[in-house]
C-alpha cells in the first residue's frame, strides 16, 4: 500500500503561481511513477503530468506544458507540481496518483494508488 496526502492548493488570482505537494508513505516511492491529474467542476478527471521513477522523464498534457513543471525529491517521498501562470480555466481539484512499472501513462486506470486532491481555484 502506499498512502498519498496532497497540499498547496488554495485561491489565486489569474497568472499567479501555487506549489502543490504530494507526501508518500508505504512502499519504496522511488519505486513509482507519479502523475497528477486533475478533475474541474462538472468534468472527467483528466491527466496533468507524470514524472519518471528517478525524475529524469517529465510529460505533460498540451494544456500545461509550459506552465506548469512537476518534480520529485525521492529522499523526501515527495511530488510536486509548480503551476504557474494560472488560469481560470486551471480550476480544479488536483490529485496524485502512484503506477507501479517504469513507463508513464496518462491513463488514469494504469494508477494504483491516489491521494484525496487539493482544490486549486483561479479568479479575481
Known amino acids: 500500500q502506499v498512502q498519498l496526502v496532497e497540499s498547496g492548493g488554495g485561491l489565486v488570482q489569474p497568472g499567479g503561481s501555487l506549489r502543490l505537494s504530494c507526501a508518500a508513505s508505504?512502499?519504496?516511492?522511488?519505486?513509482?511513477?507519479m502523475g497528477w491529474f486533475r478533475q474541474a467542476p462538472g468534468k472527467e478527471r483528466e491527466f496533468v503530468s507524470s514524472?519518471?521513477?528517478?525524475?529524469?522523464?517529465?510529460y505533460y498534457a498540451d494544456s500545461v506544458k509550459g506552465r506548469f513543471i512537476t518534480s520529485r525529491d525521492n529522499a523526501r517521498n515527495t511530488v510536486f507540481l509548480q503551476v504557474n501562470s494560472l488560469k481560470p480555466e486551471d480550476t480544479a481539484v488536483y490529485s496524485c496518483?502512484?503506477?507501479?512499472?517504469?513507463?508513464?501513462?496518462?491513463?488514469?486506470?494504469?494508477?494504483?494508488?491516489w491521494g484525496q486532491g487539493t482544490q486549486v481555484t483561479v479568479s479575481s
Open positions: 514524472i519518471s521513477r528517478s525524475g529524469g522523464r517529465l
Open positions: 508505504g512502499r519504496t516511492f522511488s519505486n513509482y511513477v
Open positions: 496518483a502512484a503506477k507501479e512499472g517504469s513507463e508513464y501513462d496518462t491513463r488514469q486506470s494504469t494508477y494504483t494508488y
